[in-house]
């Protein structure tokens, strides 16, 4: 071998050595399961067995509001970052709508921490003190991070959460990984990892209730990236049913339930599967809202997600959903709809249940 051979290859072994070392130090490699912080001030109150809990799930889509169409919603849109401006009235309204709710436990998805798409706002301090006197205690999770993605639109860094907020004393908080989308090697580094954020709230008699907070995968046709996180979740629930413990999850799915698929026009239908993988939940848990609400003659009531698509005028499909054990009894639910439609693109699922009675 020639000396400037010998000279090519260590320069392009050093060079992917450097270009390696780069992305690692850039990205984001969470484990399979996470211990997380909890924040909790003062005495919060601790949940009673037999009590009814007020539970609102929503994704506030990084407080951007509906006056954009994001490179990620269309491919002709041209959007890449919300206004300041708009970022406020957003985070102002999510804080009245949760103030007058006033849920007993919130799951919130999309918000973001660190993103140069969002100014690098660290969005949930920014709700936090606008509601810190319901809610003495939350956890978060990252479910996107990299302090910087070369995607043309992006170029810079990102940072996105799910956020529990509770009125009742949280006790231990954990990130459980869910399958992520296939890619090679490099493109896995840079794309968002979804997750459970799963928050343990005691119960006065020495129970617990667990609540588990999720966003999954946002697909732009179908493959099995889905069908593997719902395995994945349906898994968890079962091990928790199996051993008697209450539960229930909420967030964004990107499902559709029972018969709204062939209601959408086809050219919205394609991240969809005509046989929804969220069958996989709803043939042995009760979900909210139920198929027969979303699919029934009063099924506009229960759209929860209100596309960035200048060819809509409302929501029009459902894919935001409560899931809980059966041993938790629904008191009432309803997706509120009359004055969020300019806050996010998704909208509140609320509903209030009563938890098992003591033994």
């Known amino acids: 071998m020639t000396r400037l051979l010998r000279y090519t290859l260590f320069l392009s072994v050093l060079a992917l050595v450097l270009i390696g070392a780069l992305i690692f130090s850039l990205t984001w490699r969470p484990d399979a399961r996470e211990t997380l912080p909890v924040s909790c001030t003062g005495t919060p109150p601790t949940l009673v067995p037999g009590q009814a809990l007020k539970v609102m799930t929503w994704n506030v889509q990084y407080l951007a509001g509906k006056r954009y169409v994001f490179w990620n919603d269309l491919a002709q849109g041209n959007d890449e970052a919300p206004t300041q401006e708009d970022m406020a009235f957003s985070l102002d ?34 709700l936090q003190e606008r509601v810190a006197d319901l809610y003495p205690c939350s956890a978060s999770a990252f479910d996107w991070k990299a302090d910087f993605v070369p995607d043309r639109h992006i170029f810079g860094s990102v940072g996105r ?72 979740v349906a898994k968890v629930l079962d091990k928790y049913e199996s051993q008697g413990l209450p539960w229930l999850i909420g967030g964004d799915f990107n499902l559709l339930p029972l018969g709204q698929f062939r209601r959408l026009p086809a050219e919205q239908r394609t991240p969809y599967s005509a046989d929804s993988e969220l069958h996989l939940l709803w ?37 935001d959903y409560l899931f809980y054990s059966p041993k938790i009894k629904r008191v009432e639910a309803r997706v509120r709809q009359d004055d969020t439609l300019r806050i996010s693109d998704h909208l509140p699922v609320i509903a209030r249940f009563l938890l098992p009675a003591a033994p």
């Open 283 to 319: 043939d042995k848990y009760p979900m909210i809202p139920t198929n027969n609400e979303a699919s029934g003659i009063d099924r506009a009531q229960w759209l929860t997600h209100y596309p960035n698509d200048p060819g809509l005028n409302g929501p029009d499909r459902t894919v």
């Open 161 to 232: 959460q799910l956020a529990t907020l509770s009125r009742y004393r949280i006790e231990h908080a954990e990130r459980l990984q869910l399958p992520v989308a296939a890619a090679n090697f490099i493109s896995r580094q840079f794309q968002p990892k979804d997750a459970l954020l799963a928050t343990k709230l005691p119960l006065s008699d020495g129970g617990q209730l667990t609540v588990f907070n999720t966003h999954l995968e946002r697909a732009s046709q179908p493959d099995d990236t889905l069908q593997a996180q719902v395995s994945a």
């Open 93 to 126: 309204e999510v804080a009245r709508v949760i103030r007058d709710e006033q849920p007993d436990v919130v799951l919130l998805q999309e918000l973001d921490d660190g993103a140069k798409a969002s100014d690098y706002q660290n969005q949930l301090k920014l």
